[in-house]
């Protein structure tokens, strides 16, 4: 009787300490996966006024070392335009339908912040930087190169090129968490500054500056696969 009983005590306490781990990390857990899309307004700066803003469609793969560490790989495709051939002197105006790949690293203040019971740090934790390179392949399916006013007025460059770019980017992530805690679903709101290393992204050579190209990008990202891993500290305060 008394072994009975003491190995109903041991199995009851051993249950209650497994369950015991499993509650205190509940809410450290996150995925190294995920899938996302995006739609971003994009404004080029370069050689051909006024600026017009665009659309384009992103799709990307993120792999997070930890909630706020995080790697990612996108695809863009989309369109670039500027310009007026009919009112600006210069008569610069142009359409490139483009398609870029990036990689950058992304750092959000959650990994170094101190956000347990601090709301303001809570809510600073999703906010991020990121850099990286990148790699734009461009395709002028319109542009004028003349003026006519004055007449006469000619600007070179070419209509096809692969270019070379740097994306520095600052943005919030919005984390959807699931029953267990850990973030499922987040919202991307984001600024990107992508400095071309050429004078080619709108088909004008003209002047001693690269071009650029800004974006204002909302998008969806999407928690997958089953390897779950825990963080140091809780994820959701």
Do not use: C, W
Request: proline content about 4%.
């Amino acid at each position: 009787m008394i072994k009975r009983l003491s190995k109903t005590i041991i199995l009851t306490l051993l249950i209650t300490f497994t369950a015991l781990i499993a509650k205190a990390q509940v809410g450290f857990d996150f995925s190294h996966y995920e899938i996302g899309f995006a739609a971003g307004f994009n404004a080029v700066y370069g050689d051909a006024l006024p600026q017009t803003t665009t659309q384009s469609v992103h799709l990307n793969l993120t792999y997070n070392t930890t909630p706020y560490v995080n790697f990612v790989f996108e695809a863009q495709m989309g369109r670039l335009r500027g310009g007026d051939s009919l009112t600006t002197d210069n008569g610069r105006q142009f359409n490139n339908d483009f398609t870029a790949f990036v990689f950058r690293g992304q750092l959000q203040f959650g990994e170094f912040l101190d956000y347990s019971h601090n709301s303001f740090n809570n809510a600073l934790k999703n906010f991020y930087v990121s850099g990286g390179m990148g790699f734009v392949v461009n395709r002028i399916t319109q542009i004028s190169r003349y003026s006519i006013k004055p007449p006469g007025i000619f600007t070179p460059g070419v209509n096809n090129s692969k270019e070379p770019f740097i994306p520095f980017r600052i943005g919030y992530e919005f984390k959807v968490y699931n029953k267990y805690e850990q973030p499922s679903f987040k919202v991307d709101l984001a600024y990107a500054y992508n400095f071309v290393l050429s004078d080619n992204l709108d088909g004008f050579t003209s002047g001693s500056h690269f071009d650029a190209y800004t974006q204002i990008v909302i998008g969806v990202k999407f928690a997958f696969g089953g390897d779950i891993v825990s963080y140091r500290k809780p994820i959701r305060q």
